[in-house]
């Protein structure tokens, strides 16, 4: 159940009589987590909406040092809703976080960029809402064990519809287990999952999201989709990390665990997130205009061409993880190629046209980002990069309009391709970042912090490590 609520005195008159016992406040860090804290239901009041709650910033990734670590959330009203999962019933709420003694908003707050992302687009005069609809793509393995130390590592991924296990004793195994890149969208029994899915699909429901469709994504191994309706930036930064909530409970409740890392198998499609993104003002679309290439406006083209030659850059917010760079590798899809094109899935800026003619419907879809990023930070740079390309005029140049994957050596070596690393990403943060701070949406202590802290918690600790391969490569040398 979800709340539109205004004011405190309006939420306190919605909720009196449905027995509430706990109130759960959230907020998200810098690498997109998730956190909570829960309180009893007496302190649900108009002082709860002012004053909020305190809490350790110096605990949390990305946040505050230890000798200022005190820190505040305060709850936005108008995210409340009934949590689904809890025994006992608990209204949450995403918050802001901000300073303890002055009340001032946290630069680091990721979904105080992602608000101050929507007022800039206003205050420049270039739109008046920014619409964006992920397609986050997910596994749903039976069994996931790993672990590290120093004189080993594995990992290892089960499902009852992996390809390897078709002639595993099952007692008994009934096949229906879909080969390597043939999981896209076959009827039961094939697909496993349907009726786990349109659960999550209902839960989603139940709680204020809304859903286009679900089905089974292309891998093997239980690769999953389940698409949202568009809605304003912030809105739905807020509605897919409640999406992840619902999608990994709800399989916990089925004995399953279900993850969004980019690329946990090896051979066979990686999960993405396709963003589709488009600038509105007066109720009507800036992206379109009928003549032009795609029917897009010229307003449409230049925020390609922002895109476009900001990509390296804002895979770094993106692709944020050193496993996204084995999903963006070519032959599986992944777009690894920054050029613009109609319907083309191996452009990293597909222009939709399959779906329906009408000039609402266009828009624009960055095919590179994956469900690992964290949605404010993810989806506010991308409008950022775009607004740059209508404030500046960027040309996107020709588009490429043939399956780059098969193209010749020398169209190849004009097309520019993403980074292969998330430490060539973070290279290319570091020197085009001046678009992500126009008015003040993100700031350079944000900037520095997250490439420092991915630099020192990610790229360092998996570069230290004897990867498993190597001693198939190099232990006979």
């Not at 390296?312 to 190629?337: D, H, I, M, Q, W």
């Not at 409008?383 to 960027?394: E, W």
């Amino acid at each position: 159940m979800k709340f539109n609520c205004s004011t405190p005195k309006e939420l306190m008159s919605k909720t009196k009589d449905l027995d509430i016992k706990m109130v759960d406040l959230r907020f998200t860090d810098m690498p997109g987590t998730t956190h909570h804290i829960t309180i009893p239901i007496k302190f649900l009041n108009e002082d709860l909406f002012t004053n909020g709650v305190g809490f350790d910033g110096s605990s949390v990734r990305g946040f505050q040092s230890i000798e200022k670590s005190d820190m505040t959330m305060v709850p936005d009203i108008t995210t409340a809703y009934i949590d689904p999962f809890y025994s006992e019933k608990t209204i949450a709420f995403y918050c802001y976080i901000v300073d303890p003694i002055t009340y001032e908003s946290y630069s680091k707050d990721p979904r105080f960029i992602a608000k101050k992302a929507e007022e800039y687009l206003i205050s420049s005069g270039m739109g008046e809402t920014a619409y964006f609809g992920p397609e986050a793509e997910f596994f749903i393995f039976n069994d996931v064990k790993y672990d590290s130390g120093s004189n080993f590592t594995f990992h290892e991924v089960d499902s009852g519809e992996g390809a390897w296990n078709t002639g595993r004793e099952e007692s008994p195994n009934l096949g229906h287990k879909p080969r390597h890149k043939e999981g896209y969208f076959p009827l039961p029994p094939v697909d496993s999952m349907n009726d786990v899915r349109t659960e999550m699909v209902i839960t989603m429901q139940d709680i204020g999201i809304n859903v286009e469709a679900h089905h089974h994504e292309v891998a093997t191994g239980g690769q999953q989709e389940i698409d949202l309706e568009f809605s304003p930036l912030l809105s739905m930064a807020d509605d897919l990390l409640k999406y992840k909530y619902v999608v990994k409970n709800v399989a916990k409740q089925h004995g399953l665990t279900a993850t969004f890392m980019p690329k946990p198998l090896f051979g066979d499609n990686g999960s993405g997130m396709h963003v589709h993104s488009s600038i509105w003002r007066n109720g009507e679309t800036l992206m379109y205009k009928k003549g032009n290439y795609a029917d897009l406006s010229d307003f449409a083209l230049h925020y390609i061409g922002g895109i476009l030659k900001h990509a390296p850059a804002l895979l770094a917010l993106c692709a944020p993880t050193t496993n996204s760079y084995k999903r963006l590798v070519p032959g599986f899809e992944a777009p690894v190629n920054i050029a613009y094109s109609e319907a083309n899935r191996t452009a990293s800026v597909r222009i939709p046209n399959n779906y329906t003619s009408s000039p609402k419907a266009k828009r624009i879809e960055f095919r590179c980002p994956d469900p690992s990023s964290n949605p404010y930070l993810a989806f506010s740079s991308i409008l950022m990069a775009g607004l740059d390309g209508v404030k500046n005029k960027i040309d996107p140049g020709q588009p490429t309009d043939i399956n780059i994957y098969e193209a010749p050596a020398d169209i190849l070596a004009k097309i520019p391709s993403t980074p292969g690393s998330l430490a060539e990403a973070l290279e290319a943060l570091e020197k085009d970042n001046t678009f992500l701070l126009e008015g003040d949406v993100f700031t350079k202590d944000n900037i520095e912090t997250y490439i420092s802290y991915k630099r020192e918690n990610e790229i360092g600790p998996i570069n230290l490590r004897p990867h498993p391969y190597e001693f198939h490569l190099y232990y006979d040398a």
